[in-house]
């Protein structure tokens, strides 16, 4: 089945510590998104890319990285610039060729730092 | 820019009555609406959406939503609440241009009692 798997579901790291996580898709989508969770803030976009190799800032970039060197793959590294890294992290991703909008998400993956 | 309300950050209906999520959006152009559902600890599922033609949208699991230009609003709708319909709603509004980064709104969680 197609879909996007997010990994770890649930990682803790201590403070001062770069974590990675993982996201890779197998539905040929050319987009790809991350978005950070907080309780009563909805979603805000962290980075998005297009297209391999290029990717954009989002709303809440400081403390993040992100690399694009494969389509079906989008990690996304939580620096220890980051001040407030705990929350609940969602990959997306969107079928550009049809022009559809929507996006696919993952079934993320939950960061405590303690 | 773009921004999204949701009126009512918990709604609380009864077993088979009328639920009614209210999403009003603010978009310089003819937006994309979507509404999406989070269960616990999970990763966000497309209910309908809305991006040009009819008005009236029928989505998954007898949800409907409604565009209404006139009043910007883009409301959620089932005529019968079922115990499986708790979780977490999110509205989402996106514009051509924009790579489909979706703005959302801050989410209504969705009790629904016996």
């Known amino acids: 089945d197609g879909g996007i798997t997010q990994s770890p579901k649930y990682l803790f790291r201590k403070e001062g510590q770069n974590v990675t996580l993982s996201c890779e898709q197998n539905?040929?989508?050319?987009?790809m998104y991350w978005y950070r969770q907080d309780p009563g803030q909805g979603l805000r976009l962290i980075y998005y890319s297009q297209i391999v190799n290029d990717f954009q800032k989002g709303d809440i970039a400081e403390g993040y990285s992100v690399s694009r060197e494969k389509k079906e793959s989008f990690p996304l590294t939580v620096t220890s610039a980051q001040k407030n890294p705990t929350a609940f992290y969602l990959c997306?991703?969107?079928?550009?060729?049809?022009?559809?909008?929507?996006?696919?998400f993952g079934e993320g993956s939950r960061l405590t730092v303690l | 820019a773009q921004s999204v309300t949701q009126l009512g950050s918990h709604v609380s209906v009864s077993e088979g009555a009328l639920v009614l999520l209210r999403c009003n959006y603010s978009s310089s152009v003819p937006p994309y609406l979507f509404w999406y559902v989070q269960y616990p600890n999970q990763g966000l599922q497309l209910l309908l959406k809305y991006t040009t033609g009819a008005t009236l949208v029928k989505g998954i699991n007898g949800f409907e939503a409604e565009f209404k230009k006139s009043e910007t609003s883009f409301h959620l709708t089932k005529p019968s609440a079922h115990m499986s319909d708790a979780a977490e709603y999110f509205c989402?509004?996106?514009?051509?241009?924009?790579?489909?980064?979706?703005?959302f709104g801050t989410g209504t969680r969705l009790q629904v009692t016996l």
């Open positions: 989402a509004v996106g514009r051509t241009g924009t790579a489909s980064k979706l703005t």
């Open positions: 539905l040929n989508h050319d987009a």
């Open positions: 997306a991703s969107r079928d550009t060729d049809s022009g559809a909008r929507e996006l696919f």
